[in-house]
């Protein structure tokens, strides 16, 4: 064989296995989203040293706020991953558990005045307190998918009508204010940092999750209950506590997505922050070649999926696309995604690549003679 031949072989070889790769989805839609900005405007990609109000460094620019506002989506994107692995569905109330996760928050740094001067207890105790209700709710929906066997999508959507009206409630239909700046640095900047601090919050999830899947076993019991609950009871695992710490992972998830969201206008709007941001986290696990149906999963992909998703909301908002047709253009997304996935596709596609591979051999073999 020459070695012209034996190179066309590995290079088809290595792009065969990169299509493979379950990271591969995400990975094409960046590239197709980055030409595509750098063909009709490459100023999208240019980013800018500028200063606040305060006169503060800050970094701007569409792949900043592609980094920025994309963090509370990759969070979540990493609990909602876990879950569709262990119970084959997805948690349709996240974002109404944000509101929920915000209100807290707010109630418990203005204390009974809505507007209070100064905070009336310490950021962290208001953060932990966020955390241990978004827990408890995902808690709930645990017991309900886990133990109770509703299917997820049905078992979520009780918080999902609910959660907002719960938000309210928290705060007596009132919208709270925190006036002391600090509050608002976890949403925007640092004094004196350029980087937006979502972003560093973000990567601490990520080594957080890394750390969870590797010095755990959650990641391989998640899967394993996903592909077959009934082989991993055999082997010792309880699928039922599996499935409900997940939806407790989210919970946590959710908790700081929360705190990000309010942190950033040091308010809440309760029928707005985080709408639609669900559909988001489950078109990113989808995005990231994780099958919506559970088992197998790639979290990295996921977070990966998440960025995509901001990369295009941000693109679409760039060519002043209305936020109301933002739905229609991720659907088309969705649509796509789901028909790739399907099993009757995916049997065809394996077809064709088998009938390919026979092909080239009979190719090879009549080169060989």
């Known amino acids: 064989m020459s070695k012209e031949k034996t190179v066309e072989k590995q290079n088809k070889n290595f792009l065969s296995g990169l299509f493979r790769q379950q990271i591969f989805i995400p990975i094409a839609a960046l590239i197709i ?33 592609i980094l920025d506002y994309g963090s509370e989506l990759a969070i979540l994107a990493i609990g909602m991953t876990l879950v569709t692995a262990a119970s084959g569905g997805q948690d349709i109330s996240v974002g109404a ?118 010095f755990t076993n959650i990641g391989l019991y998640s899967q394993a209950v996903g592909i077959n609950a009934s082989a991993a009871r055999l082997n010792g695992i309880h699928p039922q506590f599996v499935k409900f710490l997940t ?21 809440i709007n309760y029928s707005v922050v985080a709408k639609d941001i669900e559909m988001d986290a489950i078109l990113a696990v989808a995005l990231g070649g994780n099958a919506l149906s559970g088992g197998k999963f790639n979290i990295w992909a996921s977070v990966l999926g998440a960025y ?6 941000t693109t679409l908002f760039k060519f002043n696309v209305v936020s109301s047709a933002l739905p229609a253009y991720k659907a088309v997304v969705v649509i796509i995604l789901v028909v790739l996935s399907a099993p009757t596709v995916r049997e065809k596609l394996e077809a064709l690549k088998k009938r390919h591979r026979t092909e ?9 003679e």
């Open 360 to 368: 080239e051999k009979k190719e090879a073999g009549t080169h060989a």
């Open 33 to 65: 989203l980055a030409v595509f900005n750098l063909i009709a405007d490459p100023s999208f990609f240019k980013i800018t040293l500028g200063y606040n109000s305060a006169g503060d460094p800050v970094l701007s620019g569409y792949l900043m706020t």
């Open 247 to 267: 939806y407790v992972i989210l919970g946590l998830c959710v908790a700081v997505a929360g705190f990000i969201k309010v942190s950033r206008f040091s308010t």
């Open 97 to 214: 558990a944000i509101a929920i996760a915000g209100s807290v928050i707010l109630r418990v740094l203005c204390g009974t005045n809505s507007r209070p001067d100064t905070l009336q207890a310490p950021i962290i105790v208001a953060f932990l307190i966020a955390c241990v209700v978004a827990m408890l709710f995902g808690a709930f929906n645990g017991v309900l998918v886990a133990y109770f066997k509703i299917q997820p999508m049905v078992a979520t959507l009780i918080l999902y009508t609910a959660g907002r009206s719960i938000a309210a409630w928290i705060n007596n239909n009132e919208l709270p204010m925190i006036s002391d700046p600090a509050f608002a640095y976890y949403g925007n900047f640092l004094p004196g940092v350029a980087v937006p601090t979502p972003i560093f919050i973000a990567v601490i999830c990520m080594v957080l999750a890394w750390a969870l899947l590797r």
């Open 308 to 313: 995509v998703i901001q990369f295009l909301t």
